[in-house]
C-alpha cells in the first residue's frame, strides 16, 4: 500500500518481501500496542522499532509469509490506527537490531503480547501496557454510523481472520446494531478487539466499537440470519425447518432429553432416566427418586405448554425405565441421568424441598457470577425467545428475579438456562418464584 509520486510508487512496489515492514503516517501519540495490533493476526511479531518523531515504525514479523500475507491483505483493505488510513510496505532491512536501552518500552510489550499469545503471564511490568489476560472469549460488537448493512455473515468473515468464530447472536437495542461473538479461545477475542476496535467495516462508515462480554459462553437455539452456532449445524431455523436435515432428528431427541432432564431434576425432583419411546417419539417414560417427586411433577406441570404444545403427565404403569443392552439402543432413545451434577434433592432436608413452586412467569437466578449486570441477564433470558418484562436484583447481586411476558418463556427459559456456564466455576440456578417484581 502505496502513495506519493509515481516514481515513488515504482520504487516502493520494487522492494523484496521482507519480514521488516515499514509503517508510515502513524497518528501521533500511536502506542506500541495499536502498532503490534496490525501484525497479530498475521502471525507472531518479533520486534518493533517506533520513530515518534517521524510518525513511522518497523515491524519485525516471524517469518516472511507472515508478513507477505499482511502486506497482501492490507493492499485490498486499508490499514487504520485511530480512524486514520496507514501505509504499509516492506522495508530494505531483512530485520530490526534495535539498541534494548532505547527500545526498552517496546521490548516489554512484545513479551506481554507473546505471554498472553502463548497463554502464560508477562514477566515484566504489567503496568507497561494495558493488556490483562483476556476475561472472556465473548466479545460485544456495537456498530456505529451503520449506513450500509452489516450482516451475521459479514461479521464471521471479519473476525475469523483471528480465530475460529464459535457462535453469533446478533439484535438491535437503542436503535443500535449489536452483536455478541463467542470465539473457540481468548486470546483470539483479544487479537481482534485490539486489532479491530474503532476501524470502519465501509469507506468512512459501520464503525467497530468492541468490548469483552461478561457473558463466557452464549447460548444459540437457531441458526438463521439473526444468530449462529457454527458447532451445531443441526439447530433449527427457528421456522420449524432444520438448517441440516440428516442430523435433525438425532438433535431433536437430544435436545428433547436434556430439556425433560432439566425441568424435571431441577424443579421437582432428580431424575433418574428418559426414554422416549420408539413408536411414540412424542411421548417419554421419565423415572425420578421416588413417589413423591412424580406425583409432584405431575401436579405441576400437568396441561402446561412446552415447545408449543400442552403437555400431559401422567402416572406410568411402569415402575423402573429399563436400559437397553449394550448396542441395541442406536436411536438413542434411552439416557441414565443418575449422576447428573443437576440433581438438587440428594440431601435429606436440603433447603431446596422449600422451593418448590409451580410454574410461573417470575424466575429466580441464584449463583450469580461477580461483575455480570442486569443488562447481561436480560440479553441471556431475551435470546432464550421471550421477552423480559422485568427484572430485580437481590441486594448481595448474587441472585436476582427475572420476569418472562408468559409462563410458557418462563418453562422455556428455564430448561435452556438452568446450570448455564458464567464462567469462574459459576453455573446459573433457575427456578420457579412465587415472588412477582
Same mark, same amino acid.
Given at each position: 500500500?502505496?502513495?506519493?509520486?509515481?516514481?515513488?510508487?515504482?520504487?516502493?512496489?520494487?522492494?523484496?518481501?521482507?519480514? *521488516?515492514?515499514?509503517?508510515?503516517?502513524?497518528?501521533?501519540?500511536?502506542?506500541?500496542?495499536?502498532?503490534?495490533?496490525?501484525?497479530?493476526?498475521?502471525?507472531?511479531?518479533?520486534?518493533?522499532?517506533?520513530? #515518534?518523531?517521524?510518525?513511522?515504525?518497523?515491524?519485525?514479523?516471524?517469518?516472511?509469509?507472515?508478513?507477505?500475507?499482511?502486506?497482501? $491483505?492490507?493492499?485490498?483493505?486499508?490499514?487504520? *490506527?485511530?480512524?486514520?488510513?496507514?501505509?504499509?510496505?516492506?522495508?530494505?532491512?531483512?530485520?530490526?537490531?534495535?539498541?534494548?536501552?532505547?527500545?526498552?518500552?517496546?521490548?516489554?510489550?512484545?513479551?506481554?503480547?507473546?505471554?498472553?499469545? @502463548?497463554?502464560?503471564?508477562?514477566?515484566?511490568?504489567?503496568?507497561?501496557?494495558?493488556?490483562?489476560?483476556? +476475561?472472556?472469549?465473548?466479545?460485544?460488537?456495537?456498530?456505529?454510523?451503520?449506513?450500509? +448493512?452489516?450482516?451475521?455473515?459479514?461479521?464471521?468473515?471479519?473476525?475469523?481472520?483471528?480465530?475460529? *468464530?464459535?457462535?453469533?447472536?446478533?439484535?438491535?437495542?437503542?436503535?443500535?446494531?449489536?452483536? !455478541? !461473538?463467542?470465539?473457540?479461545?481468548?486470546?483470539?477475542?483479544?487479537?481482534?478487539?485490539?486489532?479491530?476496535?474503532?476501524?470502519?467495516? $465501509?469507506?468512512?462508515?459501520?464503525?467497530?466499537?468492541?468490548?469483552?462480554?461478561?457473558?463466557?459462553?452464549?447460548?444459540?437455539?437457531?441458526?438463521?440470519? =439473526?444468530?449462529?452456532? $457454527?458447532?451445531?449445524?443441526?439447530?433449527?431455523?427457528?421456522?420449524?425447518?432444520?438448517?441440516?436435515?440428516?442430523?435433525?432428528?438425532?438433535?431433536?431427541?437430544?435436545?428433547?432429553?436434556?430439556?425433560?432432564?432439566?425441568?424435571?431434576?431441577?424443579?421437582?425432583?432428580?431424575?433418574?432416566?428418559?426414554?422416549?419411546?420408539?413408536?411414540?417419539?412424542?411421548?417419554?417414560?421419565?423415572?425420578?427418586?421416588?413417589?413423591?417427586?412424580?406425583?409432584?411433577?405431575?401436579?405441576?406441570?400437568?396441561?402446561?405448554?412446552?415447545?408449543? #404444545?400442552?403437555?400431559?403427565?401422567?402416572?406410568?404403569?411402569?415402575?423402573?425405565?429399563?436400559?437397553?443392552?449394550?448396542?441395541? @439402543?442406536?436411536?438413542?432413545?434411552? =439416557?441414565?441421568?443418575?449422576?447428573? +451434577?443437576?440433581?438438587?434433592?440428594?440431601?435429606?432436608?436440603?433447603?431446596?424441598?422449600?422451593?418448590?413452586?409451580?410454574?410461573?412467569?417470575?424466575?429466580?437466578?441464584?449463583?450469580?457470577?461477580?461483575?455480570?449486570?442486569?443488562?447481561?441477564?436480560?440479553?441471556?433470558?431475551?435470546?432464550?425467545?421471550?421477552?423480559?418484562?422485568?427484572?430485580?436484583?437481590?441486594?448481595?447481586?448474587?441472585?436476582?428475579?427475572?420476569?418472562?411476558?408468559?409462563?410458557?418463556?418462563?418453562?422455556?427459559?428455564?430448561?435452556?438456562?438452568?446450570?448455564?456456564?458464567?464462567?469462574?466455576?459459576?453455573?446459573? =440456578?433457575?427456578?420457579?418464584?412465587?415472588?412477582?417484581?
Amino acid at each position: 500500500v502505496t502513495n506519493g509520486s509515481d516514481s515513488k510508487k515504482q520504487r516502493l512496489d520494487e522492494s523484496p518481501p521482507s519480514r *521488516v515492514l515499514h509503517i508510515r503516517k502513524l497518528p501521533s501519540e500511536v502506542s506500541e500496542t495499536e502498532v503490534i495490533a496490525l501484525g497479530l493476526p498475521f502471525g507472531k511479531v518479533t520486534n518493533i522499532l517506533m520513530l #515518534k518523531g517521524k510518525n513511522q515504525a518497523f515491524l519485525e514479523l516471524g517469518t516472511e509469509e507472515a508478513a507477505i500475507t499482511m502486506v497482501n $491483505y492490507y493492499t485490498a483493505v486499508t490499514p487504520q *490506527v485511530r480512524n486514520t488510513p496507514v501505509f504499509i510496505q516492506y522495508s530494505n532491512h531483512k530485520e530490526l537490531k534495535t539498541d534494548s536501552a532505547l527500545n526498552q518500552r517496546a521490548q516489554a510489550v512484545l513479551q506481554a503480547v507473546s505471554a498472553v499469545q @502463548d497463554g502464560s503471564s508477562p514477566s515484566s511490568d504489567p503496568g507497561v501496557l494495558d493488556l490483562a489476560p483476556p +476475561p472472556s472469549p465473548v466479545l460485544r460488537i456495537i456498530i456505529d454510523n451503520m449506513f450500509y +448493512p452489516v450482516t451475521l455473515d459479514v461479521l464471521q468473515q471479519i473476525f475469523s481472520k483471528f480465530g475460529t *468464530v464459535m457462535k453469533i447472536i446478533t439484535f438491535t437495542k437503542n436503535n443500535q446494531f449489536q452483536a !455478541l !461473538l463467542q470465539f473457540s479461545d481468548p486470546v483470539n477475542a483479544q487479537q481482534a478487539k485490539l486489532s479491530l476496535d474503532g476501524q470502519n467495516i $465501509y469507506n468512512s462508515c459501520c464503525t467497530l466499537r468492541i468490548d469483552f462480554s461478561k457473558l463466557v459462553n452464549l447460548n444459540v437455539k437457531y441458526n438463521n440470519d =439473526k444468530s449462529r452456532d $457454527y458447532t451445531r449445524p443441526d439447530l433449527p431455523t427457528g421456522d420449524g425447518e432444520s438448517t441440516n436435515k440428516d442430523h435433525s432428528l438425532l438433535g431433536k431427541y437430544i435436545s428433547v432429553f436434556l430439556r425433560l432432564h432439566s425441568i424435571h431434576s431441577c424443579v421437582y425432583g432428580d431424575v433418574q432416566r428418559v426414554k422416549i419411546l420408539y413408536n411414540k417419539k412424542d411421548s417419554a417414560l421419565i423415572q425420578l427418586s421416588d413417589g413423591n417427586q412424580a406425583q409432584l411433577a405431575m401436579s405441576h406441570l400437568n396441561g402446561q405448554k412446552v415447545f408449543g #404444545k400442552v403437555m400431559r403427565v401422567t402416572l406410568s404403569k411402569h415402575q423402573t425405565v429399563a436400559l437397553p443392552r449394550e448396542g441395541l @439402543d442406536d436411536q438413542l432413545l434411552t =439416557k441414565d441421568f443418575s449422576g447428573s +451434577p443437576l440433581h438438587r434433592f440428594k440431601k435429606p432436608g436440603s433447603k431446596n424441598f422449600q422451593n418448590i413452586f409451580p410454574p410461573s412467569a417470575t424466575l429466580h437466578l441464584s449463583n450469580i457470577r461477580d461483575g455480570v449486570g442486569e443488562e447481561d441477564l436480560r440479553l441471556l433470558f431475551s435470546n432464550s425467545g421471550g421477552t423480559v418484562k422485568a427484572f430485580k436484583f437481590f441486594q448481595d447481586r448474587k441472585m436476582a428475579l427475572i420476569q418472562m411476558s408468559s409462563v410458557e418463556e418462563a418453562i422455556q427459559a428455564l430448561m435452556d438456562l438452568h446450570n448455564y456456564d458464567m464462567g469462574g466455576n459459576h453455573h446459573l =440456578k433457575v427456578s420457579f418464584s412465587k415472588s412477582t417484581i
